[in-house]
């Protein structure tokens, strides 16, 4: 798939192409939280930024080549969207919650 320099979101189906997977894949990545994305009407758009993390982040190589300017160097650039992705992800676990009149005050 050629990508034009300027296009910065891209939907699910041009997603999936780009990365050579079903778009059932990178649903199930939406949903376990693996890959961020907007959810729009009935469709979803992933940013540039957030689809080369979660490249990166599952073992892939440069997804855009060198179009992106940056102060950071590519790979540093990698690493940090690697790990920002991961400690979104982090970030995103809650903790399970015990409903009043449970477990510890039945106790009693």
Do not use: Y
Not at 4 to 20: D, N, R, V, W
Not at 23 to 39: C, F, M, Q, V, Y
Not at 44 to 62: K, P, V
Not at 70 to 83: Q, T
Request: with cysteine; aromatic share 6%.
């Amino acid at each position: 798939m050629n990508v034009p320099s300027g296009k910065t979101t891209f939907t699910l189906p041009e997603a999936a192409q780009l990365l050579s997977c079903h778009p059932e894949t990178l649903r199930r990545a939406i949903r376990n939280g693996d890959l961020r994305a907007a959810k729009l009407g009935r469709g979803f758009r992933i940013s540039r930024f957030d689809l080369e993390a979660f490249w990166t982040a599952n073992g892939g190589g440069e997804l855009f080549g060198k179009e992106q300017e940056s102060e950071l160097p590519p790979g540093e650039l990698l690493e940090s969207a690697a790990f920002a992705l991961k400690k979104a992800k982090a970030q995103r676990r809650v903790e399970q919650l015990s409903l009043p009149g449970t477990s510890e005050t039945r106790k009693k």
